[in-house]
Structures are given as structure tokens and as C-alpha cells.
């Protein structure tokens, strides 16, 4: 038995490599060969940046413009950001090997572009001009000129060093639900440890008189690293990740926020001041707007680093999100969230990208193979998705209500929402540690307070005619839904989401693979099935269907986009399906019911009964 569940598993990586085939799961800093670097520094290249100093007026991110020259110019030539700005041969671990000589480079850069991006002249002239935007990441910047291509770079030139004004400054803010519904988490990112600074939040409601809350210090190290390139080139200082807990909220409330660091020279330090508004009251009848996708990634507004359409999908989706911000109450990203796949500058870089929504509103992840896959680490899937990260970034850089943070899962209240959020990346099956939490998790709401009933997990665990899964006949995550069914079936969930597969579908309302409701638009009634949406187009390349179309699929869509939901009242649901490019709603359906449509006994879903009287 134990080795047919090893053939399944296996079967299971095989197709899951296959679905990220033509660059899907590689980071674009892994096609640089940097510890191959040879050193060619020659008199006839040379690279200058400006300004110097950035950030003099507060701002954590800015535009730099870079002079080059290159007397012998090709095709292949490129230019790599590096931070922080030294490197020597004295940082890298030592070779055992007697033929092989010490790299002259051991850490990858941050980004990169390629030198003919400057104009169409630099192979004739040599001379070229890029602009790159940097963003504030506690450490100081060189710029490199490389020729040799990716594979086998050459060194010909090094520019000044630049830096912002501030490097540790407190940034990228992070709001998410606490463990109690009154209360809201800060994180943010800094410099700042504690034997140099005293991290807080000063908070309040709009107007009134500001408190202060301390804030608790995490980082990570090399050795926290499971495996390569996350413990090696990809390696680079997180910095410090602080956590500050705002209880007592009043409900539906306005409040102002700012970061503080409190310097043993009596001095302080501040960050810009934000705001949210508080959860409501669970129960409370008012306006609720969820927003749901996965698999966004992170992508660069100067266009470095592009590959496989990460840049529309991914910034589309943010900048859609950033334009309705005003109509957005919380945010669920279900896992495969930076792609930084063992590089770990690139967290800091998506904590950027995605500030301006996750400083207005809680910004809940899950955890996805990207983040945690990794042999022999404990991961229900034996792959090296993450790059050797191990769960470990995601963990700390994020706050997210789980009893332990390195079993991503947890439930979380907002007003007529209960969620449940699972961890597809342990086991989910019946018997284990999750399958007793989601259980768990669906029992615990009380429908007459909280009528809508949501679960999610990164892997599609319910139904989704992706091209892979249709290969292997199962339309879903192999072992998926099978013990799973019966738990939505008996607590009424009312809509299930998945990422993983980087499309958009939603299901009928469905029960051991049969539509138990004929309707397409609008559903009232009896909660006899639950509907399963896939919503994995948040910004990574994108999956094909599958050539068959089942009869549970109601609607298919090949783009990257996302999900919102609008609970009006106790009573009615609104389902939107968004394109990231535009905004426009392409999906829609709306739930209409009353408490007893809850209650009311279905197939597999009725509680026991008796005569007595």
C-alpha cells in the first residue's frame, strides 16, 4: 500500500513539472550562470549611475538612470543590478574542488537587463543609456557590465556605488487579521534590530488620540535555508521583519497607523502614515467586498527581468486592485505569491508592489508549492518548487492567524464571511492534522450569523479541467477531493476557490461530480453542492485548457484575472470574475436564501434524527 501512494506521488510530480514547463517555474536570476563570472575590468568599458544619494525626500522608491560604454559591444551584452554594492570572492563559501578556482561572484543580482535594451545603436556605437527603478532594501547598489551573455559572464565594468538616505528605514507595511476578529496585525520591514531600536506602531482612530503598540523582531539566516539557490547565489539578508498586534478595535472604524522605530539615542524614526478601516462585528449586516486570486508573482515596472508575461499579469492585476481599493475590504492571495523560487531579493521587491493594497487592507495569503516544496523538508509534495526557501520567507515575511505558522493553516472571520484556509502543500487527507483542523473549521460557524461559508487552498483540490489534469483523467489534484467532499457536503460550503492552475473556471454547484442545481446565473435554495472556482490567473503565465469541456464546467477563461465577492446582506451573495486588464466583469452569479435553506437536510449533509418526543 505504502508504495502505491510513493507511484502516485510521483506520477503526481511528474505531471506538476510538466505543467510548468517553458519557463513557468524558473526564476529569471536562475538563467544567470554568476559563479562561472570571469573578470575582464578593461579601460575601455565603463558604467556611470545617478543620483547619487536617493530618497532625500522620503521616498522608498526611485528611478536611476545609468551612462555606459562598451568599445567592443555584442548582442549578448547586460547590465546586473547588484545589492549590496561589494562583492568579492571573500563572501563565497569555499570550493573543494583543486580544479575549480574561487568565484570571483557568488551572490546573483537583483535584476537585469540587457544593454541593446538602451537603443537599437549600441552594437555599432557602444554606447548605451538604461533606467532602472530601486526600491529601498537596506543595503547600497553597484551596477555591472557584463559581456558573455547569461551562461558565461564577463566582467568588463563596475559603476559607483549609490544608496538611499535612509536604507533601514521601516517599509512595505503589511495589514492581516489578528487571532480575534477586533484585531488587526502590522508588518513591515526594516533595518533595524533591536539592539539598535525599539520597533511600534503609533495608531488610532481617525481624529483621536494616537497609542502606541510594540511590535515583536524576526529574521531568518543562510543555514534557515533548506537547499540551493535560496542557501547559496540567491541568498541575500532579509533584514528584519516586525509584527505589531492593534486589538480592540471598534467595528467598521477609520484608523490611522504609522511605524516607528525608538533609537537608543532617544531619537525616532517613522515611517509614512496609512490608514484601514476595522473589521465588522461578525454577523454585523453592512457592505462586505472579498477579493480572491493566486499564483500573482512579482514582476519589475523598468521591465528587467521579464519573461514568460509576467509583467501584464502580474501588474495588471495590482494596478486593477490599486484603482478600486476604495471598494475592497480584505484580500485572499492563495499561495505561489512572489516566485522568487530560492531568490530572495525578490521578496522585498513584491512586498513593494503590493503596498499600496496590503497597507489599506488585510492582505491573507496561503502557502503554494512555490513556497514550500523542497525534498525532505516535511512538504506533502517532494519537489524543489520553492527553490529552497522552504516555507521559510512566506512564514515570516507575512503574518497570517495560524496556531503554527509552518502549518499554513487557519480561519479567519469578516463580518458575514467565515474562511477557511488550508495548506495544500501537507496532507489534507482524512486522518491527519489538517483534515481534523478544516473539520474543525467548517463546524465552528454559525450560519445564522455568517451565512457565506468559504474555503481555499492553493492546489486545485476540487475540479478544474486544466490540460495536465485532464492528461491523467482525475480533473483535479491527485487525491484531491476525495476525502475532502464529504466535509463541504455536510457543513454547506458555499464556494470553494483554488489557484495552482493559471486560469480562470468556476463549477456548477457540484457533489461527488454531479451538478446538483441546473442553473447558471443565479442560485436560491437549498445549499446542496458547493461550487468550485479556480482563480489562478492573478499574473504568472498562463495553463490551457483541457480539450473536453465537463458538464460540471460552466465557464472557462484563458486570462490572468481575479474574484470578487459583494455579501449585500445575510440574505444575498454577488460573484464577480474580473479580467486584470480591464477591470470588466466576464463571470458572474448571485446566492439568494434564507437561514432555513442552511438548515435544511441534504444527500450526505443531514444531521441524525430520532422519534423520541
Same mark, same amino acid.
Not at 505504502?2 to 513557468?24: D, P, R
Not at 555591472?144 to 551562461?151: A, I, P, Q, R, Y
Not at 522605530?261 to 525616532?268: Q, R, V
Not at 457592505?287 to 508573482?297: E, S
Given at each position: 500500500?505504502?508504495?502505491?501512494?510513493?507511484?502516485?506521488?510521483?506520477?503526481?510530480?511528474?505531471?506538476?513539472?510538466?505543467?510548468?514547463?517553458?519557463?513557468?517555474?524558473?526564476?529569471?536570476?536562475?538563467?544567470?550562470?554568476?559563479?562561472?563570472?570571469?573578470?575582464?575590468?578593461?579601460d575601455?568599458?565603463?558604467?556611470?549611475?545617478?543620483?547619487?544619494?536617493?530618497?532625500?525626500?522620503?521616498?522608498?522608491?526611485?528611478?536611476?538612470?545609468?551612462?555606459?560604454?562598451?568599445?567592443?559591444?555584442?548582442?549578448?551584452?547586460?547590465?546586473?543590478?547588484?545589492?549590496?554594492?561589494?562583492?568579492?570572492?571573500?563572501?563565497?563559501?569555499?570550493?573543494?574542488?583543486?580544479?575549480?578556482?574561487?568565484?570571483?561572484?557568488?551572490?546573483?543580482?537583483?535584476?537585469?537587463?540587457?544593454?541593446?535594451?538602451?537603443?537599437?545603436?549600441?552594437?555599432?556605437?557602444?554606447?548605451?543609456?538604461?533606467r532602472?527603478?530601486?526600491?529601498n532594501?537596506?543595503?547600497?547598489?553597484?551596477?555591472?557590465?557584463?559581456?558573455?551573455?547569461?551562461?558565461?559572464p564577463?566582467?568588463?565594468?563596475?559603476?559607483?556605488?549609490?544608496s538611499?538616505?535612509?536604507?533601514?528605514?521601516?517599509?512595505?507595511?503589511?495589514?492581516?487579521?489578528?487571532?480575534?476578529?477586533?484585531?488587526?496585525?502590522?508588518?513591515?520591514?526594516?533595518?533595524?534590530?533591536?539592539?539598535?531600536?525599539?520597533?511600534?506602531?503609533?495608531?488610532?482612530?481617525?481624529?483621536?488620540?494616537?497609542?502606541?503598540?510594540?511590535?515583536?523582531?524576526?529574521?531568518f539566516?543562510?543555514?534557515?535555508?533548506?537547499?540551493?539557490?535560496?542557501?547559496?547565489?540567491?541568498?541575500?539578508?532579509?533584514?528584519?521583519?516586525?509584527?505589531?498586534f492593534?486589538?480592540?478595535?471598534?467595528?467598521?472604524?477609520?484608523?490611522?497607523?504609522r511605524?516607528?522605530?525608538?533609537?537608543?539615542?532617544?531619537?525616532?524614526v517613522?515611517?509614512?502614515?496609512?490608514?484601514?478601516?476595522?473589521?465588522?462585528?461578525?454577523?454585523?449586516?453592512?457592505?462586505?467586498? %472579498?477579493?480572491?486570486?493566486?499564483?500573482? #508573482?512579482?514582476?519589475? !515596472? +523598468?521591465?528587467? $527581468?521579464?519573461? &514568460?508575461? @509576467?509583467?501584464?499579469?502580474?501588474?495588471?492585476?495590482?494596478?486593477?486592485?490599486?484603482?478600486?481599493?476604495?471598494?475592497?475590504?480584505?484580500?485572499?492571495?492563495?499561495?505561489?505569491?512572489?516566485?522568487?523560487?530560492?531568490?530572495?531579493?525578490?521578496?522585498?521587491?513584491?512586498?513593494?508592489?503590493?503596498?499600496?493594497?496590503?497597507?489599506? %487592507?488585510?492582505?491573507?495569503?496561503?502557502? #503554494?508549492?512555490?513556497e !514550500? +516544496?523542497?525534498? $525532505?523538508?516535511? &512538504?506533502? @509534495?517532494?519537489?524543489?518548487?520553492?527553490?529552497?526557501?522552504?516555507?521559510v520567507?512566506?512564514?515570516?515575511?507575512?503574518?497570517?492567524?495560524?496556531?503554527?505558522?509552518?502549518?499554513?493553516?487557519?480561519?479567519?472571520?469578516?463580518?458575514l464571511?467565515?474562511?477557511?484556509?488550508?495548506?495544500?502543500?501537507?496532507?489534507?487527507?482524512?486522518?491527519?492534522?489538517q483534515?481534523?483542523?478544516?473539520?474543525?473549521?467548517?463546524?465552528?460557524?454559525?450560519?445564522?450569523?455568517?451565512?457565506?461559508?468559504?474555503?481555499?487552498?492553493?492546489?486545485?483540490?476540487?475540479?478544474?479541467?486544466?490540460?495536465?489534469?485532464?492528461?491523467?483523467?482525475?480533473?483535479?489534484?491527485?487525491?484531491?477531493?476525495?476525502?475532502?467532499?464529504?466535509?463541504?457536503?455536510?457543513?454547506?460550503?458555499?464556494?470553494?476557490?483554488?489557484?495552482?492552475?493559471?486560469?480562470?473556471e468556476?463549477?456548477?454547484?457540484?457533489?461527488?461530480?454531479?451538478?446538483?442545481?441546473?442553473?447558471?446565473?443565479?442560485?436560491?435554495?437549498?445549499?446542496?453542492?458547493?461550487?468550485?472556482?479556480?482563480?489562478?490567473?492573478?499574473?504568472?503565465?498562463?495553463?490551457?485548457?483541457?480539450?473536453?469541456?465537463?458538464?460540471?464546467?460552466?465557464?472557462?477563461d484563458y486570462?490572468?484575472?481575479?474574484?470578487?465577492?459583494?455579501?449585500?446582506?445575510?440574505?444575498?451573495?454577488?460573484?464577480e470574475?474580473?479580467?486584470?486588464?480591464?477591470?470588466?466583469?466576464?463571470?458572474?452569479?448571485?446566492?439568494?436564501?434564507?437561514?432555513?435553506?442552511?438548515?435544511?437536510?441534504?444527500?450526505?449533509?443531514?444531521?441524525?434524527?430520532?422519534?423520541?418526543?
Open positions: 500500500m505504502k508504495m502505491f501512494w510513493v507511484f502516485v506521488l510521483l506520477v503526481a510530480n511528474l505531471n506538476l513539472g510538466l505543467a510548468h514547463i517553458n519557463g513557468a517555474g524558473d526564476q529569471p536570476l536562475a538563467k544567470i550562470n554568476i559563479l562561472k563570472t570571469t573578470l575582464a575590468l578593461h575601455s568599458a565603463n558604467i556611470k549611475a545617478q543620483p547619487v544619494l536617493l530618497g532625500l525626500k522620503g521616498e522608498d522608491t526611485q528611478w536611476i538612470t545609468l551612462n555606459f560604454m562598451n568599445r567592443n559591444p555584442s548582442l549578448d551584452d547586460w547590465i546586473g543590478v547588484f545589492s549590496p554594492a561589494k562583492f568579492n570572492p571573500s563572501t563565497c563559501p569555499p570550493v573543494n574542488d583543486p580544479k575549480e578556482q574561487l568565484p570571483y561572484i557568488c551572490s546573483a543580482p537583483i535584476k537585469y537587463k540587457y544593454a541593446n535594451e538602451s537603443s537599437s545603436g549600441y552594437t555599432k556605437t557602444g554606447f548605451g543609456s538604461l532602472f527603478q530601486l526600491i532594501q537596506r543595503a547600497d547598489f553597484s551596477f555591472v557590465l557584463f559581456s558573455g551573455g547569461l551562461s558565461s564577463i566582467l568588463v565594468a563596475i559603476s559607483n556605488v549609490i538611499f538616505a535612509n536604507p533601514k528605514a521601516p517599509l512595505y507595511p503589511r495589514l492581516a487579521q489578528g487571532k480575534s476578529w477586533n484585531e488587526m496585525t502590522v508588518t513591515w520591514t526594516s533595518g533595524y534590530n533591536i539592539d539598535e531600536a525599539v520597533p511600534f506602531v503609533e495608531w488610532g482612530r481617525k481624529g483621536d488620540l494616537q497609542l502606541r503598540s510594540p511590535a515583536g523582531t524576526l529574521t539566516k543562510q543555514n534557515s535555508m533548506c537547499g540551493s539557490p535560496a542557501r547559496t547565489v540567491g541568498w541575500r539578508d532579509p533584514g528584519f521583519i516586525h509584527t505589531s492593534l486589538k480592540n478595535l471598534w467595528p467598521n472604524f477609520v484608523y490611522t497607523y511605524m516607528g522605530h525608538l533609537l537608543y539615542n532617544g531619537s525616532f517613522w515611517s509614512k502614515t496609512y490608514s484601514f478601516k476595522s473589521s465588522p462585528f461578525p454577523g454585523q449586516d453592512s457592505l462586505q467586498r %472579498v477579493i480572491i486570486f493566486g499564483d500573482m #508573482g512579482k514582476a519589475e !515596472r +523598468d521591465g528587467s $527581468n521579464e519573461y &514568460s508575461d @509576467y509583467q501584464p499579469g502580474s501588474l495588471n492585476t495590482t494596478d486593477q486592485l490599486i484603482r478600486d481599493l476604495s471598494n475592497i475590504d480584505i484580500l485572499f492571495h492563495i499561495g505561489d505569491i512572489t516566485y522568487s523560487n530560492g531568490y530572495l531579493s525578490q521578496w522585498d521587491q513584491f512586498t513593494a508592489q503590493v503596498e499600496p493594497i496590503a497597507s489599506t %487592507v488585510p492582505y491573507m495569503i496561503a502557502s #503554494g508549492n512555490h !514550500r +516544496d523542497w525534498p $525532505n523538508s516535511g &512538504s506533502f @509534495y517532494d519537489t524543489m518548487d520553492s527553490g529552497g526557501e522552504c516555507g520567507p512566506a512564514e515570516t515575511m507575512f503574518y497570517f492567524p495560524a496556531e503554527n505558522r509552518a502549518k499554513f493553516w487557519y480561519s479567519t472571520d469578516y463580518g464571511f467565515h474562511f477557511c484556509i488550508a495548506d495544500s502543500e501537507h496532507d489534507w487527507r482524512e486522518g491527519s492534522e483534515y481534523r483542523f478544516i473539520e474543525q473549521c467548517l463546524a465552528s460557524v454559525d450560519r445564522h450569523r455568517q451565512p457565506w461559508l468559504i474555503f481555499a487552498a492553493h492546489r486545485v483540490l476540487g475540479y478544474s479541467s486544466d490540460y495536465w489534469y485532464g492528461q491523467e483523467g482525475s480533473f483535479e489534484e491527485p487525491m484531491g477531493r476525495e476525502s475532502l467532499q464529504k466535509l463541504w457536503q455536510k457543513y454547506k460550503v458555499d464556494i470553494a476557490f483554488y489557484g495552482h492552475v493559471h486560469n480562470y468556476r463549477t456548477c454547484p457540484i457533489y461527488q461530480n454531479q451538478c446538483v442545481n441546473n442553473e447558471r446565473n443565479h442560485y436560491s435554495g437549498v445549499v446542496n453542492g458547493t461550487i468550485h472556482v479556480v482563480v489562478g490567473g492573478g499574473g504568472s503565465h498562463l495553463s490551457t485548457f483541457s480539450e473536453v469541456i465537463p458538464s460540471w464546467s460552466l465557464y472557462r486570462d490572468w484575472g481575479f474574484v470578487k465577492l459583494t455579501a449585500f446582506n445575510h440574505s444575498y451573495l454577488l460573484f470574475y474580473k479580467k486584470s486588464r480591464d477591470g470588466k466583469v466576464y463571470d458572474s452569479f448571485t446566492i439568494s436564501r434564507d437561514y432555513r435553506d442552511v438548515l435544511a437536510c441534504v444527500h450526505d449533509g443531514c444531521e441524525a434524527t430520532t422519534l423520541a418526543s
